[in-house]
């Protein structure tokens, strides 16, 4: 059935939501471009001038396709080689979504998408639509086809899970730039003391490499061994320069909501890491390295401007 202009219209209004809808669920742009297709080839074959409410059906086709792909992605995730982390969205990509409230920007952001593959499909659901979207726990019931009893209470466990591995606070961005310059610094000096005096005593580095470049299939913890990592990591060697394949520039942007280090070879990212900062201190540094999961990163860097690189690594 063909769609009239005001159709076109209305799904395309939606489709930004939809967006950032999938990608918190999903944790990849390409799954969630192809998710928000499919629902529009479903807005396309239904009996639209008989939909009651066009946002929630939307939202709840959207949903269930999202819920048959994240039952496969489980499975995919068992076969992934090494550690695996999202796929990472740079400062002013629209498919970040709401940002207005604490619950908006840590719903996006790498330590807490990491923490949602601890909750069931159904609990990603529920936490999603109701702390980054605001979504009443009637409609969450209708798009789930629960009680809204039942929904009430997959919140409070999907809390329970997120909030037993995440006690952080945020810190003003002025203070996390500060803390971020400080960690270049102390990460060039060669030794390894300023930087451990710059991290939380339970610090983790994790890379996602998914086995296309080198990275270590356990995380660093600890201070002292993310430290000796991260002098190692941001010291000129051959051995990195053979890896790296040109000169590597390091800048200082944002990613998920929190402050990042994207590294670019020839304009083209090679790297995001992302840097959780608390009160205490450096608390994680989640490294994107895989370069399935940085293609949209490196659209997006070369159509903005970004000044000149905080540092550079020949």
């Known amino acids: 059935m063909a769609l009239t202009g005001t159709q076109i219209d209305l799904f395309e209004a939606s489709m930004p939501r939809l967006k950032a809808i999938a990608y918190r669920l999903l944790c990849s742009a390409s799954d969630a471009e192809d998710a928000v297709q499919d629902t529009f080839l479903r807005w396309q074959s239904a009996d639209v001038d008989r939909i009651e409410v066009p ?5 709840k086709v959207l949903t269930n396709l999202c819920l048959n792909q994240l039952t496969s992605a489980r499975a995919r995730r068992e076969t992934y080689v090494g550690q695996w982390l999202p796929e990472p ?20 952001s790498f330590a ?11 609990e990603r659901v529920v936490y999603v639509l109701r702390e980054a979207f605001g979504y009443p726990h009637r409609r969450i019931a209708e798009i789930l086809d629960i009680t809204e009893t039942s929904g009430q209470q997959i919140l409070h466990r999907a809390k329970k899970h997120i909030a037993d591995g995440r006690t952080r606070t945020e810190i ?10 400080e960690f270049l610094t102390a990460a060039t000096s060669g030794r390894t003391e300023p930087l451990v005096r710059l991290l939380t005593a339970d610090a983790v580095a994790i890379g996602d490499g998914g086995g296309k470049v080198p990275a270590r299939t356990r995380p660093f913890e600890g201070a002292v061994a993310v430290a000796k990592f991260m002098r190692s990591l941001f010291t000129p060697n051959q051995a990195a320069r053979n890896l790296l394949g040109g000169t590597a520039e390091i800048h200082v942007s944002y990613a ?15 790297g995001v890491m992302c840097l959780e900062i608390t009160t205490d201190g450096i608390a994680a540094f989640r490294n ?4 399935d999961k940085l293609e949209r990163a490196t659209r997006q860097w070369a159509a903005t401007d970004h000044g000149e690189p ?3 690594i020949n």
């Open 310 to 312: 905080a540092l550079r």
């Open 89 to 108: 969205l740079l400062a002013g990509d629209p498919m970040l979504g709401p940002a207005e409230t604490v619950e908006q920007r840590e719903s996006v």
């Open 172 to 181: 003003d961005e002025a203070a996390a730039r500060r803390i971020v310059d």
């Open 256 to 270: 998920n909501g929190l402050p990042a280090l994207v590294v670019t070879v020839d304009g083209r990212v090679i």
């Open 112 to 122: 807490v998408l990491a923490l949602m593959e601890r909750l069931s499909p159904n």
């Open 288 to 291: 994107q390295a895989n370069p």
């Open 55 to 59: 946002e929630a059906w939307l939202t």
